[in-house]
């Protein structure tokens, strides 16, 4: 019984596709759909950046592209479901990860700001679902994965604009599954919780933003860890990765927004 369970959550000769996939949780996404066997496209602003996830990606045996794209380009992302397709074979399964982030109070926040996170955080996700569903209906199947936030979960302040585009993320993602679910198409939302990238370290990051008296950047983060989290650790790239090839298996989930947040949002 345990390996029948197993077998499903394999993915073998499947091809993939991650935006924003050069670094951080898109890295992460990438190399656990490698490890389940699919066939990975990586695709990033960068080519460079792109390359090092695909040359990872190729240590596990697996094939591997990498690509550029601009999400919030029709053109540019008509694009990559082109070239992804022509290297690697139909699309199976595509992750919308390409996203950024400011860290701005209210008072702080300008129209621009405001305009570039909705860009490329909400009108991106659009625009490579419409393509990916455009790609996928005619074989009836395909899993969409959209990774929005636990802030799109729950508000945080200094980040109004980036919450707004991750609650956006999830209304998005369960419309669309109610619309294509009689296609053989799942897609589904993924919120990671507080994971040591760029939203959370270094000196631009949330840690350093919410320290409290003398404390360190490091400090602040240890305190966070404990104060939000019931199981007191952060999350990894490897814990996203995880989820999503849970979702790229998964054959009558659909419509959901999952939490990988070590208990934050209970």
Same mark, same amino acid.
């Given at each position: 019984?345990?390996?029948?369970?197993?077998?499903?959550?394999?993915?073998?000769?499947?091809?993939?596709?991650?935006?924003?996939?050069?670094?951080?949780?898109?890295?992460?996404?990438?190399?656990?759909?490698?490890?389940?066997?699919?066939?990975?496209?990586?695709?990033?602003?960068?080519?460079?950046?792109?390359?090092?996830?695909?040359?990872?990606?190729?240590?596990?045996?697996?094939? &591997?592209?990498?690509?550029?794209?601009?999400?919030?380009?029709?053109?540019?992302?008509?694009?990559?479901?082109?070239?992804?397709?022509?290297?690697?074979?139909?699309?199976?399964?595509?992750?919308?990860?390409?996203?950024?982030?400011?860290?701005?109070?209210?008072?702080?926040?300008?129209?621009?700001?405001?305009?570039?996170?909705?860009?490329?955080?909400?009108?991106?996700?659009?625009?490579?679902?419409?393509?990916?569903?455009?790609?996928?209906?005619?074989?009836?199947?395909?899993?969409?994965?959209?990774?929005? &936030?636990?802030?799109?979960?729950?508000?945080?302040?200094?980040?109004?604009?980036?919450?707004?585009?991750?609650?956006?993320?999830?209304?998005?993602?369960?419309?669309?599954?109610?619309?294509?679910?009689?296609?053989?198409?799942?897609?589904?939302?993924?919120?990671?919780?507080?994971?040591?990238?760029?939203?959370?370290?270094?000196?631009?990051?949330?840690?350093?933003?919410?320290?409290?008296?003398?404390?360190?950047?490091?400090?602040?983060?240890?305190?966070?860890?404990?104060?939000?989290?019931?199981?007191?650790?952060?999350?990894?790239?490897?814990?996203?990765?995880?989820?999503?090839?849970?979702?790229?298996?998964?054959?009558?989930?659909?419509?959901?927004?999952?939490?990988?947040?070590?208990?934050?949002?209970?």
């Amino acid at each position: 019984m345990t390996c029948e369970r197993g077998k499903h959550m394999r993915l073998d000769d499947k091809t993939a596709l991650v935006t924003g996939g050069g670094r951080g949780i898109g890295r992460g996404i990438a190399l656990a759909l490698a490890e389940a066997g699919a066939d990975v496209a990586v695709a990033d602003i960068s080519q460079s950046i792109a390359e090092e996830t695909a040359s990872l990606v190729r240590e596990t045996g697996r094939r &591997s592209i990498a690509l550029t794209v601009d999400v919030t380009s029709s053109e540019s992302v008509t694009a990559l479901i082109e070239s992804a397709e022509a290297d690697l074979g139909p699309l199976d399964i595509a992750v919308n990860n390409a996203g950024v982030i400011s860290i701005q109070s209210i008072d702080e926040l300008t129209e621009a700001d405001w305009d570039r996170i909705m860009a490329v955080n909400a009108k991106g996700v659009f625009l490579c679902a419409q393509a990916e569903v455009a790609a996928m209906r005619p074989r009836g199947h395909g899993r969409i994965v959209n990774i929005a &936030s636990i802030a799109g979960k729950v508000g945080l302040p200094d980040l109004t604009h980036y919450s707004a585009s991750k609650f956006a993320v999830i209304g998005f993602t369960n419309a669309l599954a109610k619309e294509v679910g009689s296609q053989g198409i799942t897609v589904n939302a993924l919120c990671p919780g507080i994971v040591g990238t760029g939203m959370w370290r270094g000196e631009s990051g949330l840690a350093a933003r919410w320290k409290q008296g003398d404390e360190t950047e490091e400090e602040s983060w240890a305190r966070h860890q404990q104060t939000l989290l019931p199981q007191g650790v952060a999350q990894t790239p490897e814990d996203m990765g995880q989820a999503v090839v849970y979702l790229a298996s998964a054959e009558h989930v659909t419509g959901q927004a999952m939490a990988v947040d070590g208990g934050f949002s209970l």
